[in-house]
């Protein structure tokens, strides 16, 4: 693990949400989950709205040190891989009334592509995805002949109206500024177009009772976490209405904080490697916890579906 708290610029931001600048501390969180450096990252609360981010947050131009080359949306093999292909493609027919032709969709932080793949490979070659990551944007055109623009929504200047839906494969709790890409979102979007996305759920069950080992978290990337109620703010004030919240019930969460409480008590035990070979297995042995946290609404991740309604 690196240490380089001397180099690393911060910024304090107000609420993305609201502009407040009130807030309380929630929490301390480390990067856990690829330990890029030793530093320590603030939580905090909004007083007003209830939003929860980091404050102070590692300055734009520095946020590339924590994306390691095996990041998981940039570097998934084997069975993690085949799983999470498994997931869009069922996500994907779940959605296909939607994503069907003729509508235009696009993946906003489409990472290498899968997804957008997916859409794709079921009978919708109007896409269009959306990396900052130029590696990863590469990855998706070499892999699989897609579209990709190297950037954000809002650096990509596209066309007013011209977007029939707009996917978010766990891409709002990294963006700087939620309410900037989602009125952005607004313009793009045609007149009752969709937004999908999929987010962690700071008000699940598995974040209170997981609290640093909650990888929903994930310090220093994640820069919001977000609640039903504070997603449903952010969405309503950018002019969308949410139709549908689903709660997920894959126990991702539950395995990974129980290698990532081991690996710190423990760095080199046996026990690492080893419940890493078994991760499929630990997530799949936690799935009754993850069906009883979706049936009470209380799952640790969230697909939500919104349409713009002006």
Known sequence: MSSDLNSVTRALVSCDLCGAADTEAVCQLRDCMFETTDETFQLVRCKRCGLLYLNPR???????????????????????????????????????????????????????????????????????????????????????????????????????????VALLSHTAEHLPSPSTTFAELNRVLKPGGTVVLWVPNAASFAAQLLGDWWIGYDAPR???????????????????????????????????????????????????????????????????????SAVARRGGRMRIIARKVR
């Open 222 to 292: 994640h820069f919001y976490a977000y609640t039903p109620a504070t997603l449903a703010q952010l969405l309503q004030r950018q002019s969308f209405a949410i139709r549908s919240i689903h709660h997920e019930w894959i126990g991702l969460e539950w395995s990974w904080a129980l290698r990532l409480w081991v690996r710190d008590r423990w760095p080199n035990s046996p026990l690492n490697p080893a419940l890493a070979a078994l991760h499929p297995l630990l997530t799949a042995a936690f799935t009754p916890i993850t069906a009883f």
């Open 58 to 164: 590692p300055a734009l131009d520095d946020l590339g040190r924590y994306y390691r080359d095996d990041y998981a949306p940039f570097a998934r093999r084997g069975i993690s891989a085949r799983a999470k292909s498994l997931t869009f493609r069922r996500e994907v027919a779940e959605l296909w009334p939607m994503l069907a032709p003729p509508s235009r969709v696009i993946d906003i932080g489409c990472a290498t592509g899968e997804l957008l793949h997916a859409v794709q490979a079921r009978g919708n070659p109007n896409v269009l995805g959306i990396e900052p990551s130029s590696g990863a944007a590469a990855i998706a055109r070499q892999r699989w002949r897609l579209e990709v623009l190297t950037g954000t929504l809002e650096a990509a200047e596209l066309p007013a109206a011209s977007i029939d």
